[in-house]
């Protein structure tokens, strides 16, 4: 059997606009999404389920158009729903704290972004060799710091200057 599920709990006045659309974004997604991607399957083979200034589109463009209309259709949802809970917030935060239920992520945010950006770049860019070494040695500094428990003393050595743009090259 799995562990219980251990939510902590954070009690916060105000909530990033860009938090609450994400989140609501995400929600639209999943509520929208399904139905529609349907839809365009069902366009893509000839249906008429796909409607576009007064027409219906079948085959491949009702597919993309199906595409489009999810992206679209979440981000209006997550602008209406996301304003009115973003106002909420803040109208309820003047006068007492919510109360935020979470589990804590285990995994470093973005990781997986960075590590296919870094993979893009290397294959872009082949000639550049000695960056994508410095770039590998960062990452791997990255991954082993992030592994150590919170508690641990790590040695890292001096504090490194940050580079601008122009002495990374």
Known sequence: MSAPT????????RIQFSSLFKMCFLGGLVLIGPFMLLCGIAALFGA??????GRYV???FGFIQSLIMILVSSAGLALCFGSICYFGIRVAGRFFSLELGFI???NRPNHALQTMRFAVTSAAAPANRMSDL????FL??????ASESPGEK?????KRKKLSCAARK
């Open 6 to 13: 251990k939510f902590e709990k954070a009690y916060i006045r």
């Open 48 to 53: 008429h389920t796909i409607e576009f200034n």
């Open 58 to 60: 079948t085959g491949m």
């Open 104 to 106: 804590r992520s285990e």
């Open 134 to 137: 410095k770039r590998s040695a």
């Open 140 to 145: 791997r500094e990255v991954r082993t710091t």
């Open 154 to 158: 790590t040695a890292r050595g001096p």
